[in-house]
Structure formats: C-alpha cells, structure tokens
T-cell receptor, first 110, second 114 residues
Framework: KNQVEQSPQSLIILEGKNCTLQCNYTVSPFSNLRWYKQDTGRGPVSLTI?????NTKSNGRYTATLDADTKQSSLHITASQLSDSASYICVVSGYSTLTFGKGTMLLVSP | EAGVTQFPSHSVIEKGQTVTLRCDPISGHDNLYWYRRVMGKEIKFLLH????????ESGMPNNRFLAERTGGTYSTLKVQPAELEDSGVYFC????????????FGPGTRLTVT
C-alpha cells in the first residue's frame, strides 16, 4: 500500500529560527517527490519537485532533500518568518496519481 | 493568469440531498484532478480528466459520486445522495501535462453534510 508518513505532526518555533520537517514514503512506482505549503483556507502550493536523481532542491528559504535509497525526504526552512506558519505536505507521485502525507502543521511565533 | 477556481467555497447540506461542486481549471490545462480531504486524514485522489475523458477514476469512493468535464473545460463533481461521511474539503487541481508537471490547486470547497 502506498503511504507517506510525515513528522512531526506539529511544530512551534520562534521567528528567525530554522526547522526541518521529515517525510518517509513507501510509494511504488516512484516518479517524483513534492513538498507543498498549504495556508489555512487555501489550496496547496508547490514548493519543490524532485525526481529520484536529485538529492537537493532549493526555493528561497526552503531546501528539500531526497534520499531515494532510504525513501526519505526532508524540508528545511531557514530563518523562519511569521508567514511560514502553514501546513507542509509531502507528496509522492507515481505515474500520474499523487499520494499525500497528512502534513506537518508549523506555527512560527513572534 | 487566473488560477484554479472552485465554487462554492462552502456548502452545508442535509443527508440525502444532492450537491454539485464546480471547478474551473487554469486556461489551457488539459489535465484536471479532483481530490478530497476528510477531517484528520490526508488528501486523497478521486479522479483525473484529460480534456473531457476520464483518465483514472480509481479513487472515486462509490457510485454516489459523478464527475463530468463536458467540452474539456470546467468540471463538476456531483454527490447524490450525500452521506455524513462525504463531509470534507474537495480540492481541484489542474496541470498542463501529466507526470513531472506541477499541479495547481484551487482553494477547495468545504462540504458539510448534516
């Protein structure tokens, strides 16, 4: 069964601090892994997309890593801002369908 | 460029009633997807259109759900009759092509069945 597990479930950090979110997956076949940011009341917005051959990809203060051998990914947020408060969802793609994790709810406090 | 839009944003209906959700994809996107998130669970795939054809409807929960995409533009998702377990947020997404291409999500329709 295709599954995507994320940890932690929720996280509170102080503004300006860094944090790392984790994602483990058991999805086959594997095409790519995506990290989405979902603000409350909005749809998910793509942050990064990585294929199995990519180890890291950055988008501003967001850096995603992928270890296709261990089927693990992480999302590192640098110098957090209040606007980073959101749910971060790890999504693994097969040929055409996406398997979603439940997300990590991040709260950045002043 | 306008994003994916969904209507309504919220819908509250009674068990046994019918509800129709609408999704307008980004202009020119042939691929349209429906997803659902029920409370406490992850977002799950429902179905995938390529233009007006259903490419994959393996995620549709049962025959009370009917999706259409006449003319390959906007899509509707009808739930008839609605049950309590149908409550959740229904997302629509579109993409130019399948595979590696990014899917752009709409804001979702929150459906509450009472």
């Amino acid at each position: 069964k295709n599954q995507v597990e994320q940890s932690p479930q929720s996280l509170i950090i102080l503004e300006g601090k860094n944090c790392t979110l984790q994602c483990n997956y058991t999805v086959s076949p594997f095409s790519n892994l995506r990290w989405y940011k979902q603000d409350t009341g909005r749809g998910p917005v793509s942050l990064t997309i990585m294929t199995f051959s990519e180890n890291t990809k950055s988008n501003g203060r967001y850096t995603a890593t992928l270890d296709a051998d261990t089927k693990q990914s992480s999302l590192h947020i640098t110098a957090s801002q209040l606007s980073d408060s959101a749910s971060y969802i790890c999504v693994v793609s097969g040929y055409s369908t996406l398997t979603f994790g439940k997300g990590t709810m991040l709260l950045v406090s002043p | 460029e306008a994003g994916v839009t969904q209507f309504p944003s919220h819908s509250v209906i009674e068990k046994g009633q019918t509800v129709t959700l609408r999704c307008d994809p980004i202009s020119g996107h042939d691929n349209l997807y429906w997803y659902r998130r029920v409370m406490g669970k992850e977002i799950k795939f429902l179905l995938h259109f390529v233009k007006e054809s259903k490419q994959d409807e393996s995620g549709m929960p049962n025959n009370r759900f009917l999706a259409e995409r006449t003319g390959g533009t906007y899509s509707t998702l009808k739930v008839q009759p609605a049950e309590l377990e149908d409550s959740g947020v229904y997302f629509c997404a579109s993409s130019h092509r399948t595979g590696f291409y990014e899917q752009y999500f709409g804001p979702g329709t929150r459906l509450t069945v009472t």
